[in-house]
Structures are given as structure tokens and as C-alpha cells.
């Protein structure tokens, strides 16, 4: 049973009780300061043309898909918190699926560019502008954006023509997981939705971790053989982005680890 009529209920906001207005205090005040915080870094570099540059073009990227997965994800939450309705339509938890996982596959996407464009400006400084031309970063920013947006897309179009048995989903929010975890049996359909949900792992998480960490390793790699001045600079200029990929990553990593132990112990 597809479509509008179906309403999914999410129980776990019955084992937060009490501690729900805590929660809410938290959550209101951490993504109002970093929707504050976004919007204000958006527009310093919008305004300040000294910062037209590429690196911080691809910061602006990675700032506006953070503010949209948090705002895919925490408003609805907070709703849920205040006024006790803890169900969404079946539309409105595909909608917030797409969302929250674009928003994770363009993240690394634009990681995976500013990762290039770091690699470019320690080994190739004095090139850097003839290879990092307005036109390359162009090009880069629309297959770094449209290529997870593609390809998360049509998972979301699979899965909403897999057959819903079950209308119960045991989280905070809606994620591709779970939604197709609510099917009626293994059919080829969901064969096919699964399959395809692990080539998007593959090509949205797992290449783009490859590359970076390939990256970083020949950074670290030929670093050790320059000067100190020269190491510590590249030290430098890297740690801010490598500090943002393994945050993101080890949140992934946890928000994987939860999923797949969820979907065991509520079978």
C-alpha cells in the first residue's frame, strides 16, 4: 500500500518522555546558532570580493547543503517534540529522505573538490590559476551538486514503489532505510532498489572517502620532503578541511552503525 493515505508513525519519540523539552531547548538553540552562524559565513563571502575565490566558492557549497540536511531534519524533530504528533505522510518522510541523504552525498562531493583544489595549491602553486579557471570550478560545482542529486533521485523513485507492509519506523526522522525496511517481502523491485542503494554508497560515500584520503596520503607523502617552512604551511592549509571530512565522516559512521543496529534489534 503506497500513496497518500498511508501515515508512518515514528516510536522512538515514545522512549524520550520527559526529557523531550530538554532535547527541544538543545536542538532549538543549536541549529538556530548554526543557521545564524551559516547564513552570516554565506554572506561574508558572497559580499567580499576578496573572497571570490575557489576555495571559498566550494566553502559556500559545503555551508548552504549543511544548512539544508539540518533543516531537513531538525525543524521537523522539534515539531514532533512540541506538539506530540509523531507521524509523517508517506510524501513528506520521501520528501525528507531525499533531502537529508542529497545533503550527505553533496557534502562529500564538494569535500571530495575542495580536497583537489587543495592538492593543486601545494604542488602546483604557480599553475594554480591557469588549472583552477572560473570555468573549471563552474564545472566542477554542477557535477559535484547534480551527480549526488541524480543519483539519490532515483533511489528515492525505487523506493517508493516498493509495497509497505509495515508503517512503524524506529527513529527521529525519515531515511531510506528504514522506509524500504517497511516492505512487504524480498521482491525483484526491492532486489533492484537494494542493489542500486549500494552502487550509491559506492559512488556518493565510498569513492569520494578514496580519493580524499588518496589525496591526503600524497600530501603527507611528498610534504615530508620539503622544508619546514614549506611542511608547515601545507600542514596549515590543510587541517581546516581535513578537520570538517573526519567530523563528517565519523558522524556517518555512527549514524551507519545506528541504523544497521536498530534494524537487527527491531526484527
Given at each position: 500500500?503506497?500513496?497518500?493515505?498511508?501515515?508512518?508513525?515514528?516510536?522512538?519519540?515514545?522512549?524520550?518522555?520527559?526529557?523531550?523539552?530538554?532535547?527541544f531547548?538543545?536542538?532549538?538553540?543549536?541549529?538556530?546558532?548554526?543557521?545564524?552562524?551559516?547564513?552570516?559565513?554565506?554572506i561574508?563571502?558572497?559580499?567580499?570580493?576578496?573572497?571570490?575565490?575557489?576555495?571559498?566558492?566550494?566553502l559556500?557549497?559545503?555551508?548552504?547543503?549543511?544548512?539544508?540536511?539540518?533543516?531537513?531534519?531538525?525543524?521537523k524533530?522539534?515539531?514532533?517534540?512540541?506538539?506530540?504528533?509523531?507521524?509523517?505522510?508517506?510524501?513528506?518522510?520521501?520528501?525528507?529522505?531525499?533531502?537529508?541523504?542529497?545533503?550527505g552525498?553533496?557534502?562529500?562531493?564538494?569535500?571530495?573538490?575542495m580536497a583537489?583544489?587543495?592538492?593543486?595549491?601545494?604542488?602546483?602553486?604557480?599553475l594554480?590559476?591557469t588549472?583552477?579557471?572560473?570555468?573549471k570550478?563552474r564545472?566542477?560545482?554542477?557535477?559535484?551538486n547534480?551527480?549526488?542529486?541524480?543519483?539519490?533521485?532515483?533511489?528515492?523513485?525505487?523506493?517508493?514503489?516498493?509495497?509497505?507492509?509495515?508503517?512503524?519506523?524506529?527513529?527521529?526522522?525519515?531515511?531510506n532505510?528504514?522506509?524500504?525496511?517497511?516492505?512487504?517481502?524480498?521482491?525483484?523491485?526491492?532486489?533492484?532498489?537494494?542493489?542500486?542503494?549500494?552502487?550509491?554508497?559506492?559512488?556518493?560515500?565510498?569513492?569520494?572517502?578514496?580519493?580524499?584520503?588518496?589525496?591526503?596520503?600524497?600530501?603527507?607523502?611528498?610534504?615530508?620532503?620539503?622544508?619546514?617552512?614549506?611542511?608547515?604551511?601545507a600542514?596549515?592549509t590543510?587541517?581546516?578541511?581535513?578537520?570538517?571530512?573526519?567530523?563528517?565522516?565519523?558522524?556517518?559512521?555512527?549514524?551507519?552503525?545506528?541504523n544497521?543496529i536498530?534494524?537487527?534489534?527491531?526484527?
Amino acid at each position: 500500500m503506497n500513496g497518500s493515505s498511508v501515515i508512518f508513525t515514528f516510536t522512538a519519540y515514545k522512549e524520550i518522555g520527559p526529557a523531550k523539552d530538554v532535547i527541544f531547548a538543545i536542538l532549538f538553540f543549536i541549529y538556530l546558532a548554526s543557521v545564524v552562524a551559516s547564513t552570516a559565513l554565506m554572506i561574508l563571502i558572497y559580499v567580499d570580493r576578496s573572497l571570490h575565490k575557489p576555495m571559498y566558492i566550494f566553502l559556500f557549497c559545503l555551508i548552504f547543503h549543511g544548512l539544508i540536511g539540518s533543516t531537513a531534519a531538525w525543524p521537523k524533530v522539534m515539531g514532533h517534540l512540541v506538539t506530540d504528533i509523531h507521524s509523517a505522510s508517506y510524501e513528506a518522510c520521501l520528501v525528507q529522505t531525499f533531502f537529508i541523504t542529497s545533503y550527505g552525498g553533496c557534502i562529500y562531493s564538494m569535500l571530495t573538490v575542495m580536497a583537489y583544489d587543495r592538492y593543486v595549491s601545494i604542488f602546483q602553486p604557480l599553475l594554480y590559476h591557469t588549472i583552477m579557471t572560473p570555468h573549471k570550478v563552474r564545472v566542477l560545482l554542477v557535477v559535484a551538486n547534480l551527480l549526488p542529486v541524480g543519483l539519490v533521485l532515483g533511489q528515492i523513485c525505487l523506493t517508493s514503489g516498493i509495497p509497505l507492509c509495515r508503517y512503524s519506523i524506529h527513529k527521529i526522522f525519515c531515511d531510506n532505510l528504514s522506509v524500504s525496511n517497511l516492505g512487504c517481502s524480498q521482491s525483484i523491485h526491492t532486489l533492484v532498489t537494494n542493489l542500486y542503494g549500494i552502487c550509491n554508497v559506492v559512488f556518493i560515500i565510498m569513492l569520494p572517502i578514496l580519493l580524499i584520503l588518496l589525496s591526503y596520503l600524497k600530501i603527507f607523502v611528498l610534504s615530508s620532503k620539503l622544508s619546514a617552512d614549506a611542511r608547515k604551511k601545507a600542514f596549515a592549509t590543510c587541517t581546516p578541511h581535513l578537520l570538517v571530512f573526519l567530523n563528517f565522516s565519523l558522524s556517518l559512521l555512527f549514524a551507519v552503525i545506528y541504523n544497521r543496529i536498530t534494524h537487527y534489534y527491531r526484527k
